[in-house]
Structures are given as C-alpha cells and as structure tokens.
C-alpha cells in the first residue's frame, strides 16, 4: 500500500491540529475527533482496495524481433469486477531492452475492455522472457495505491536487423541498389549457365549469336547467360574478444551478424548455397544450403551468438573448416586483423586458399576515423592523433603482408561492411573467380 497525496494531506491537517493542541490545549478533544475519522477512513479505504478487483491482464508480442528497431507490445486489459478503476500500469521487461511509454494510467469502469500498447526497443540478441506486469491500483477514495502483481509470462526471440534485409528484397525489386551503394560490374567473361534466346542487340558479341535459331526466324538471334549458380558461400565469423569492441549502439560482432544475413540473402538469390561457421570459444558449423528459404535458417543460427574473452585460434579454425567443408567454395573470414596475430592469420589462409576462394572482411574501429577527421588544438591531440597514425601504420602493414600473400581483403567500418561484401561479391561473381 502507497499513501496518495489525499493521504498525505490529511496527515498534514492531522498534525496541524496536533500544533494547535500545544498552544489551545481545550482542542484537543478535537484532534482525538479528527484523528479517529482519519483513521476510520483510511483503514476503510484500505480494506475496499485490498478485495479482488477482477482486473484481466495479457500480453500480446511478436514473436520475431529486430535488433535495435522499435516495436510495439500490447496488453489487453480487462475490468471484470464491479466497481471501476484508475490504475497504472508497468510492464516488467528484461533489462537488455529499452522501453518507452511506461506508465501506462487510464481508467476501466466496471465490465470495460481496452487494449493499450508501449514501444520496446531490443538492444541484445537472444531470447526474451516477460514474466509480470504491475497495475497500481487506486483506492475508492483515493487516498491509497495498492500494487498487484499479474503472472503474464510471454517469449520472444531477438534477431539481428533483418529489417535491413527485407529494405535490400524491396530495393532489388526496384532495381535501385545503386542508391545503397551496391554497384553493378560489368562481366569480364559469361557465365556458364544458359538463360534464354533473344533477339539480337547491338553490341552483343558475335561468339553469342546462335545462328541455328538465327536461321529458322530469319533475324539474329543472341545466346544469353546467367551468372554460375550452385555455388557455395561459407561465412567464418570471429567470435573473439576484438569483436566485442564497440563504436556506437551495436558491438562489431552484431555489425559483422548484420552483414552476414544481407549478403547471405544476397548469394541465396543469385542461386548459390550459403553456409555459416564460428571460431574463437565456439565452433559452431551450419553447413552450405540453397533457397531463399535458407535465411531463415540462418537467423535461427546465429540470433543467439554472442562473442567471449577468448583469442581466436585461426589454424584450428581452418583445419576444422577443411574437415567439414569440402567443395570449393568462397569462404568470407570476417574478424578483426591486429598485427599481433597477422602471422599465425596469414598462415592459416595460405592454408585455406588452397582449397578455396578466400576474402577477409576486417573490421576497423570508426572512432580512428573521427579522431583524424577533428582539429588538433593542444599537444594532447597532437598525441592521440600520433598514436592512432602508428596504429593505423601497423595495421596498413599487416593487410599489406595479406594481399602479398594473394589474400583478397576489405578493411570497412562496421556501418560499411555490408555493402561492402556485397559489392565484393558481385565483383567475384561477375569474374568468375570460382
């Protein structure tokens, strides 16, 4: 029980009364009078708000949840009893999400229905579990609020921002990818696989035209191909301590998680099989599949990821990704390459290239590229921006060993690295590299 300010209140008439006893002492009849009625109500009051209210209560969420992207919960509420009701409400959600619009307070007269809704924003992926909401109950009179507790138990699931995903379906249906910066290559060669007969159009290659059908309709007639389907795109995702490094809301792996599922939907249009791995604490391995169907299999894989304190053992993550993986494949390696580790990497890739076709998406902090986009104004400046040049220095060092190595690399910001996969691979596949 909560006194309200009508409470309050009339314990402050109360003790006013108790003062004016100190210097009239013939008032003090009078205060006995005024305390025994407050108390009588009060206590009365109390009573009435303890009996059952027959307040219904259910949560209504989504099932599938975005990472960062506000949704909406609604409760449905229900006053079953027979007097009405004033009330707040406080939805107990876990503490990994953000929500706003909490109190709800509206008032249910008695046999009264009504849905309300708050916004909840998930900043953690995983599973989520509500257990109770809390409706603060307002006495008749109201000089009390009485707390009752309503077992409302719902689960939901967190994903990585597909929202991104499905923004990618609708911009490819409008053919405006340009707009996202997702470039189209032109084809150094044709891919393998026939398409369809066309007519002819100027500038089409003379080796295309088929002159069988050319001659049975009497025009030319032009071969068109398709980019080579059924192929396999293998993710190795870092699940090691660099990847917990976090430049805004979202942790680099959550980035990284990002990136994997737009450019996964991606190669899953194109026809090819996407397959998920992990390494760095956890070795987890969802082998290659075709369909666009495949995604959601994917967000089932990794909605529940998260990276550890451990250091990423390259060598053993390639001996294990060449005993489960044995066509040739584009495998993408996504981490964070530091100079400490750049040998041990170079060396497990050159392992790795001989069997596949390998590109390493290396994350870089976007503080770095604040720093040096600000004015140096003092001599602290000066030395920050000095430290973060020789970093920036070694790491310039150590991609340059990579690419000496005929290792394929992209070194982005975490807001960068899915277009920048995809862009990548579409540039493979126009190529024909594998």
């Given at each position: 029980?909560?006194?309200d300010?009508?409470?309050l209140l ?5 003790s ?8 009239w ?7 006995w009078f005024?305390f ?8 009365a009051?109390a ?8 307040l219904?209560i ?5 099932d ?12 449905d509420i ?8 004033q009330?707040?409400?406080?939805d ?8 706003r ?12 229905g ?5 916004g909840l924003?998930?900043?953690?992926r ?5 257990s109770?909401t ?6 008749p ?8 507790w ?6 939901a ?5 597909f ?15 340009a ?8 084809r150094?060669?044709?891919?393998l ?13 003379i080796r295309g ?11 030319l007639i ?15 995702i ?16 959550d ?6 599922l737009?450019?996964a ?5 194109q026809g090819d099989?996407v397959?998920?791995?992990t ?6 391995w ?14 089932n894989f ?24 044995k066509?040739r494949?584009?495998i ?6 530091q100079d ?14 001989r069997?596949?076709?390998v ?18 104004d ?6 920050r ?7 920036m ?31 990548k ?10």
């Open positions: 029980m909560i006194p300010r009508r409470m009339l314990l402050w008439l109360l006013t009364v108790g003062l004016s006893v100190c210097l002492p013939q008032w003090e009849d009078l205060w005024v025994a009625v407050i108390m009588v109500v009060s206590v009051d009573l009435l708000t303890l009996r059952p209210t027959g219904v259910q949560r209504k969420i989504e599938s949840l975005s990472l960062g992207r506000w949704c909406s919960v609604v409760l229900a006053n079953q009893g027979r007097r009405n009701l009330l707040a409400l406080y107990h959600h876990p503490e990994t999400v953000l929500g619009g909490l109190p709800l307070t509206l008032r249910l007269d008695s046999g009264q009504i849905a309300v809704d708050y924003r998930p900043n953690r995983g599973s989520l579990i509500f109770t809390q409706a603060r109950i307002r006495s009179l109201g000089l009390w609020w009485c707390n009752r309503f077992s409302s138990r719902s689960r699931r967190v994903y990585p921002d929202f991104v995903v499905s923004k990618t379906l609708q911009w490819i249906q409008d053919n405006q990818l707009s996202m910066g997702i470039r189209k290559f032109r150094r060669s044709e891919g696989d026939f398409l369809q007969l066309r007519e002819y159009r100027q500038g089409d290659p035209i088929d002159w069988k059908a050319s001659a049975r309709v009497r025009k032009s071969r068109e191909y398709q980019d080579d389907r059924d192929q396999q795109v293998v993710f190795l870092d699940c090691g301590w660099s990847m917990r490094t976090q430049d805004d809301e979202l942790p680099h792996f980035h990284s998680l990002n990136a994997l737009l450019l939907y991606v190669a899953l249009r099989a397959g998920v791995g390494f760095g604490g956890s070795g987890l969802l082998p290659p599949a075709k369909g666009v169907a495949s995604a959601n299999r994917i967000l990794v909605y529940e990821l998260h990276p550890n304190n451990d250091v990423p053992d390259y060598d053993q993550a390639v001996m294990q990704l060449l005993s489960q993986q066509k494949a584009l993408i390696v996504i981490t964070n390459v400490a580790n750049c040998g041990e990497l170079i060396s497990a890739l050159n392992t790795l290239r069997h596949h076709l590109l390493l998406a290396s994350l870089r902090e976007q503080v770095i590229d604040d720093v040096l986009q600000e004015d140096v003092n001599f602290d400046d000066a030395l921006v000095a430290a973060i040049h020789e970093y220095d070694h790491r310039q060092r150590a991609l340059d060993q990579l690419g000496a190595n005929g290792i394929v690399s992209l070194d982005v910001v975490p807001n960068a690295l899915g277009v920048s996969l995809v862009n691979y579409l540039q493979i596949k126009r190529s024909a590299a594998f």
